[in-house]
């Protein structure tokens, strides 16, 4: 029989958020504590519409930002790049990358370091990725991000995405996005600063991208349509089984859903397609 916890407890390393209390710990690692797997906001099908777009093959040398606990690194590595590197800052994360493996010759590694200062080699990848990150960062860290995939990328064939929250539409009143922004923060324990799809845009212009195709989808993360879709039917059954078993994780997940709800027609995921603008003569 397969096993019920999530791979990094498989493999005896912790799960990051060990040490913190249910009621503290950001939500997206008391997800991952239940077993959930598919820790971004559009789900695995934006995931997957993100990959398709950057249309990794075996050519490409790939880099995933804030890689979390690998789901997406599973999805890349079937491509069978040339190359593979995880970035990640937190211990646990980079331990249960490490065990990564790929089902064709990609060099695969994991290292611990910063999304905005990964200390990679300049213009080594032909593909840099990140889901989920951005959003929980200021407007400076943001830009550093971004700045740092725009480093790594070949000029001549590098592709940039992201998967991220969003805000809903491009007009929405500055005040209602304030309240989003704040409920966000109560409910996750984290810092989240969606922008709407065009401020999206503009941050990427800024930092020498420009962007040629991008989807949205609902923010539909505890829904349980989506729990099954994103998790498969049995897995969904463990994870909320755990959560009946945990009433302090039970109270901040039904908080967080409710924080989604309440929000549902102004939040929303998005994955956006970008290549290195080209430098004028």
Same mark, same amino acid.
Request: a positive charge; one cysteine or more.
């Given at each position: ?155 001549? %064939?590098?592709?940039? /995405?992201?998967? *991220?929250?969003?805000? &809903?539409? @491009? !007009?929405?009143?500055?005040?209602? $996005?304030? #309240? +989003? ?34 989807? %949205?989808?609902?923010? /539909?993360?505890? *829904?349980?349509?989506? &729990?099954? @879709? !994103?998790?498969?039917?049995?897995? $969904?059954? #463990? +994870? ?42």
């Amino acid at each position: 029989m397969a096993s019920t916890e999530p791979s990094a407890l498989r493999h005896g390393f912790p799960v990051p958020g060990d040490g913190l209390d249910a009621a503290r710990m950001p939500g997206h690692w008391l997800l991952a504590r239940l077993g959930k797997r598919a820790l971004r906001p559009g789900g695995v099908e934006l995931t997957r519409w993100m990959l398709d777009a950057l249309d990794v093959d075996p050519q490409d040398r790939v880099v995933e930002l804030a890689a979390g606990l690998g789901a997406t690194a599973r999805l890349t590595l079937a491509r069978q790049p040339a190359a593979y590197t995880a970035v990640d800052r937190d211990p646990a994360a980079v331990a249960a990358l490490s065990v990564l493996t790929a089902p064709g010759p990609t060099e695969v590694r994991a290292v611990r370091s910063d999304a905005a200062d990964t200390r990679l080699p300049d213009g080594d990848a032909s593909v840099v990725y990140g889901e989920a990150m951005l959003t929980m960062q200021p407007e400076p860290a943001k830009r550093r991000i971004v700045r740092e995939a725009r480093r790594l990328l070949d000029d001549s %064939t590098g592709r940039y /995405a992201i998967h *991220e929250l969003c805000l &809903l539409p @491009d !007009d929405l009143d500055p005040a209602l $996005a304030e #309240r +989003i922004t704040h409920d966000l923060h109560e409910a996750i324990h984290v810092g989240a600063r969606p922008l709407t799809p065009t401020a999206w845009t503009e941050l990427l212009a800024g930092e020498g991208f420009t962007v040629t195709a991008h989807r %949205t989808a609902p923010m /539909a993360l505890l *829904e349980p349509r989506r &729990l099954v @879709d !994103d998790e498969g039917l049995m897995p $969904a059954l #463990r +994870i909320a089984g755990r959560a009946l078993r945990k009433p302090a994780a039970l109270r901040r997940v039904l908080r967080m859903r409710r924080v989604f709800r309440r929000h549902s027609a102004h939040l929303g995921a998005i994955s956006l397609l970008a290549v290195p603008t080209p430098s004028s003569p």
